[in-house]
């Protein structure tokens, strides 16, 4: 059991201080991380790019993933460990129930899932069998081929009728937390008052219950050198990586990150 569990995630809505996650990938920056405050330890797969230098988070697999979510358990000092279920670990129930319960079993505590309505189904089921589901909605990266790129999601009003419904759809099936990426702030503000359970946000704007980077991109490390608007450098001013951490959770929690300028507009 995390020190942080998800009755603390839902009080830390109620009351409306920030949730603060980041993504984390071993031992040694879980440890770091989770000492710095970091509440939810993400691990993303997007490990794909920043850990196997692939151009997408389509080739990894759910063996990469339990192999990392078991690194980061060893580290970890009580943060909610989050792991993504990647490209094709979730088509069909019985591969659903398979990878979470892998995942689970090396140490996680929530799965995430990219999708919309159509994963109701296997977020009550999952559910239904003590695995809290984390629903990511707007930006999809897995579905990058059929987004047509890396593209700010919910612009246009049908879009994000469609975005609003579909959270609702999928806090009502069961979801334990929303994960919104690259939306525009306005609508992540209604999506966010719209459900209960929290909904954490990456380029989303600052009215989320929370925020969320990937680790690399805010110690200010890129391998392409493209860096998305949405992210901001917490090494910058810091004499080392723990003191970034720290800078970031008491940004988040003081809601001086994400600033205007890390947002998108509809
Ligand atoms: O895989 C990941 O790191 C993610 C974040 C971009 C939210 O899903």
């Keep these: 059991m995390p020190d942080i569990t998800l ?11 920030k949730i603060t996650m980041l993504t984390c990938y071993d031992a040694t920056f879980a440890h770091a991380a989770s000492q710095a405050g970091v509440e939810i330890l993400l691990v993303g797969d997007s490990l794909g790019m920043v850990l196997q230098g692939h151009d997408s988070t389509l080739p990894v697999t759910n063996t990469d993933m339990a192999y990392h979510v078991a690194c980061v358990k060893r580290g970890n000092q009580g943060a909610l460990i989050l792991a993504d279920l990647p490209f094709m670990a979730y088509a069909t129930l019985e591969q659903t129930f398979a990878n979470s319960a892998q995942l689970m079993q090396a140490g996680a505590h929530m799965v995430k899932v990219e999708g919309a309505a159509w994963l109701a189904d296997s977020i009550r089921q999952l559910a239904e069998r003590g695995i809290p589901v984390c629903a990511h909605l707007g930006l999809t990266p897995q579905s990058v081929n059929i987004l047509g790129g890396y593209k700010v999601q919910g612009r246009q009003e049908a879009q994000a009728r469609q975005m609003r419904a579909d959270a609702i759809t999928l806090e009502q099936a069961g979801a334990a937390m929303i994960l919104l990426e ?6 992540a503000l209604e999506i966010t008052q719209a459900v209960k359970i929290p909904v954490i946000g990456i380029g989303a704007g600052s009215a989320c219950d929370g925020q969320v980077l990937v ?12 860096v998305p608007k949405f992210v901001k450098n917490f090494m910058i001013g810091q004499p080392d990586i723990q003191s970034a951490f720290q800078a970031y959770v008491a940004a988040v929690k003081d809601v001086s990150f994400p600033a205007i300028e890390h947002g998108f507009s509809a």
């Design 182 to 187: 690259c939306v525009p702030s306005e609508l």
């Design 7 to 17: 009755t603390t995630l839902q009080s830390l809505k109620q009351k409306g201080e």
């Design 215 to 226: 680790m690399h991109d805010m110690l200010g490390l890129s391998i392409s050198g493209r």
